[in-house]
């Protein structure tokens, strides 16, 4: 560490080297997904099309986005641009718009998760067992 965090209570320290952790996994995850022309954000909506298996309006994928993105709707525009979702007027609301995969969204989604475990490489340097007591200890952190 150095010298200046060294002079900071562990438990700012503790704050300072999880946001770092945060950017340098965060960072690692979007060259993954940056070598199939997507970002996480966009893989996740994939994700949640994929497994929902039926359109979803952009409120509903906001709902179950792992990190909230008011963006949706743009995230949404260029998954379209990129020809992976379509959006429809929804048949029995005609207020909503429905979105879903179109057969190369499928594809991809399909190929992007059978490589998946590339992404995890970032905790290659943890043992199964360090990875089990760092969920634990995140865990608790998130409880307070």
């Known amino acids: ?4 965090l060294q002079e900071l209570p562990i438990r700012r320290k503790l704050g300072i080297m999880m946001v770092e952790t945060y950017n340098s ?8 997904f940056a070598d199939y022309g997507l970002t996480s954000q966009q893989y996740n909506v994939l994700s949640i ?12 994928i906001l709902k179950k986005m792992l990190e909230k993105n008011a963006g949706v709707s743009r995230l949404v525009d260029r998954l379209i641009a990129k020809d992976l979702v379509e959006k429809n007027v929804n048949p029995n ?11 190369k969204g499928e594809v ?23 990875t089990e ?3 634990r200890l995140l865990s608790k952190i ?3």
């Open 25 to 32: 996994v965060y960072e690692q995850s979007q060259e993954f």
């Open 1 to 4: 560490m150095e010298k200046d």
């Open 49 to 60: 099309l994929h497994e929902t298996g039926t359109p979803l309006s952009t409120s509903d």
């Open 93 to 103: 609301d005609k207020r909503l718009i429905d979105v879903k995969l179109t057969d």
């Open 133 to 135: 007591m760092l969920i």
């Open 108 to 130: 991809l989604y399909t190929n992007v998760s059978k490589e998946l475990s590339g992404v995890d490489k970032v905790y290659a340097n943890l043992t199964d067992e360090e």
């Open 142 to 144: 998130g409880k307070i």
